[in-house]
């Protein structure tokens, strides 16, 4: 890449991993190698650095709803199994932020 | 830059087609096209199709329909731009006369979405989405419309019935459309009792999938003299892009490339929005229709809503800005890749009068708008007759 390319320069930066959820949809029609996981919740999260990012939100307990504007954090899951014998693909969800008691 | 008439076209249904592949209803559009204007070939072809290579496990399609067609030895090849494909290749085909390099040439738009079926034809549409951001994560484009629209509900603190009247407009066209895939009435109030596919989009909101061809014949204005004596002109041809990604739009409730692709083309045209007869936009979910009538200049934003009240009368065939005049995507239905040149072919009958009982009374401007994903590509044309 040359000095003068208009190409972004990136800088690593670490998020906090919170933020709020600015929209949200119940996915009842998943794609291929989705179908265990369906109905799942996708959302469109705003992190408190201010980036948005789209995940799925996990452990929703049976009935539990969203709204928008709740706290979630992002955790670690399996997100799927590419075919029947296929790779693991590991990344990001988000679940509502635990209130501790 | 010459410019650039369209003078004949032709269609397959839009529907199911069990029984035809890809190139059989690709043939049949051009053969009917290439009969309107009584010509045996073209010099070049440009065919629009997204999904091909996933649904149906066929590439190069230039070539294999041009062969099946009739056709072999011109040059033909395939545009892929998403769900926007089929106005991509008309833009190609605007191009190509337009530079003076081909006289005449066809313009193809054809998909087999029921090639796949389930959770294997969600599979298949998704590659018009990121997929390291989006697809990765399970998301589909009814997902993203979804998110969409529930956060223009919030913001502007709506319910859900506001959108029906976007439903009943395009059935209501679509009932009288015999080439249409739905054909039925949606009473008011139903709309709002559909199951949901991805919450607030219901089954009524989305437009179907289907499969169809349609093809439209493009020349210079010296050739169509001699073919036909109604040509319509091409007067404004353009392409806006924006993220394919939600997340990395900074503003999720407004459609860049739908601005910046009007804008251009209106701008070409020398038109403004009030001299525009009718407007075939890309409704593939309600949200769509409010958020385009927005960015194209048809409502102010956060009121592209207002215009489906009283269902949908001001979008009606007889209303201020007509929409969806033969169905739109969602009651003639979604035959993806082919959906930009369905809507050529339909202003195409609407500027010439010959749209029967869809026809808009005296149309002689048409805009025209093809959208890929959640409007990361908007092509429009801007369509005229006379004068």
């Known amino acids: 890449m040359s000095q003068t390319s208009t190409e972004t320069r990136r800088e690593k930066f670490t998020f906090s991993g919170l933020g709020e959820v600015y929209s949200f949809t119940m996915l009842q029609e998943p794609p291929e190698d989705f179908e265990e996981q369906a109905p799942y919740m996708l959302a469109l999260v705003k992190l408190d650095e201010g980036a948005m990012i789209l995940a799925q939100i996990t452990d929703l307990d049976e009935n539990e709803s969203l709204q928008i504007g709740d706290r979630v954090e992002m955790v670690t899951r399996k997100l799927t199994t590419e075919g029947e014998k296929g790779m693991i693909v590991y990344g990001y969800k988000f679940r509502k932020v635990l209130t501790r008691n | ?387």
């Open chain 2, 1 to 387: 830059m010459r410019e650039v008439a369209i003078v004949g076209v032709g269609a397959t249904p839009v529907g199911e087609h069990w029984q035809s592949s890809l190139r059989m209803l690709g043939a049949e559009a051009i053969q009917a096209a290439l009969q309107s204007v009584q010509l045996s070939t073209v010099d070049a072809m440009y065919v629009g199709n997204a999904y091909g290579s996933t649904f149906s496990s066929q590439a190069q399609l230039g070539a294999l329909i041009a062969d099946y067609a009739g056709l072999k030895g011109i040059e033909a090849y395939c545009v892929e731009s998403g769900d926007a494909s089929g106005a991509a290749a008309l833009r190609t085909g605007y191009m190509a006369i337009a530079s003076g390099l081909i006289d005449t040439a066809i313009v193809l738009g054809v998909e087999k979405s029921t090639d796949a079926i389930g959770s294997n034809r969600v599979k298949g549409r998704s590659v018009s989405l990121d997929a390291d951001y989006e697809s990765v994560h399970g998301a589909t484009l009814t997902a993203l419309a979804a998110m969409i629209m529930r956060r223009y509900m919030h913001e502007y603190q709506l319910g859900l019935g506001v959108f029906e009247g976007f439903t009943i407009n395009a059935h209501r066209n679509g009932n009288v459309n015999e080439s249409a895939m739905f054909r039925n009435l949606i009473k008011p109030g139903g709309y709002a009792r559909a199951s949901m596919i991805s919450d607030p989009v219901n089954l009524f909101d989305g437009a179907p999938d289907a499969d169809g061809a349609a093809a439209v014949i493009l020349t210079t204005p010296e050739r169509a003299a001699d073919l036909t004596d109604v040509p319509v002109m091409i007067v404004g041809s353009a392409v806006g892009t924006d993220s394919l990604a939600l997340q990395d739009r900074e503003d999720l409730l407004y459609f860049r490339a739908a601005d910046e692709s009007a804008y251009r083309a209106y701008q070409q045209a020398g038109v403004t929005t009030a001299e525009i007869d009718l407007f075939e936009l890309h409704d593939a979910y309600t949200i769509f229709s409010a958020l385009t009538l927005e960015a194209t200049g048809f409502a102010g934003r956060g009121e592209g809503w207002t215009l489906a009240n009283n269902a949908g009368e001001a979008l009606g065939l007889k209303g201020s800005i007509p929409i969806c005049t033969f169905g739109g995507l969602k009651s003639r239905g979604n035959p993806v890749g082919a959906t930009g040149v369905y809507q050529a072919l339909e202003a195409y009958l609407q500027l010439t009068g010959r749209a029967g009982k869809n026809q808009v009374p005296n149309a002689k401007i048409a805009a025209i708008q093809n959208l890929g994903g959640a409007a990361s590509t908007a092509i429009t044309h801007i369509l005229k007759v006379g004068g």
